[in-house]
């Protein structure tokens, strides 16, 4: 998954949170959105914000080398710059391992590094100010947060995030790319037709059911 470090910045009220063990997915506590949110009490139609566990997804095949640095759009991650593509976030496995562009929808991975020098110490994700790098939504897409080189630009506005389905993209208004107004976000979501490089729907709303967090 190629990527390129956008200047959004998201602020996540984070409220209420509990242990859980959500299927198919990488989870060590999950926290429900929206004003009121108390103890360990689940909000019914509401966007749930998963923390992430790296470890959750099970490795397979050789790393590769890279270098790498600190993706400072997402607290705690990194970007790893490879032969023949750019790959993040990046999660660390230690010093010596990181994960890269992890679907914890799917349980998979874009590529396994190994460093090729020491990591830098990165900035530690906080509760009040937690960025998603992967959204389900309840059109049944997933879409992950950008780390390639190539910027793509809908309207003078950067797509912060791609989706699974073909030419399909998230961005906002302001470089916010979720509209939290309500427990349940929405995303805007925007399908680029490739001979022209315009969205001649413009944008569909869609809500947001969950978004995993470093």
Avoid at 27 to 53: L, M
Wanted: proline content about 10%; glycine content about 10%; charged content about 15%.
């Amino acid at each position: 998954m190629k990527s390129k470090t956008a200047n959004v910045f998201v602020s996540l009220a984070a409220l209420g949170v509990w242990l859980a063990a959500c299927s198919g997915a990488g989870v060590t506590s999950i926290e429900q959105s929206g004003e009121g949110a108390t103890g360990p009490q689940k909000i019914e139609n509401a966007t749930t914000i998963i923390k992430f566990d790296p470890t959750s997804i099970a490795l397979t095949g050789d790393p590769v080398e890279g270098t790498c640095h600190e993706l400072g759009v997402i607290p705690g991650t990194y970007r790893c710059d490879l032969a023949s593509e750019v790959v993040g976030p990046c999660f660390a496995l230690g010093a010596t391992r990181l994960l890269c562009g992890p679907d914890p929808v799917h349980n998979t991975y874009a590529a396994l590094v190994t460093p090729t020098g020491e990591l830098p110490v990165v900035t530690l994700p906080s509760p009040d100010r937690t960025i998603p790098f992967f959204v389900a939504l309840e059109n049944g897409m997933t879409c992950h947060y950008r780390a390639a080189p190539e910027p793509v630009i809908i309207g003078g506005v950067l797509a912060q995030y791609e989706c699974d389905e073909p030419y399909t993209f998230l961005l906002g208004e302001g470089n916010l790319p979720f509209s939290r107004d309500t427990p349940l976000w929405e995303a805007r979501l925007y399908t680029l037709d490739p001979a022209t490089g315009t969205s001649p729907s413009g944008k569909v709303p869609v809500n947001v059911l969950q978004v995993w967090v470093p």
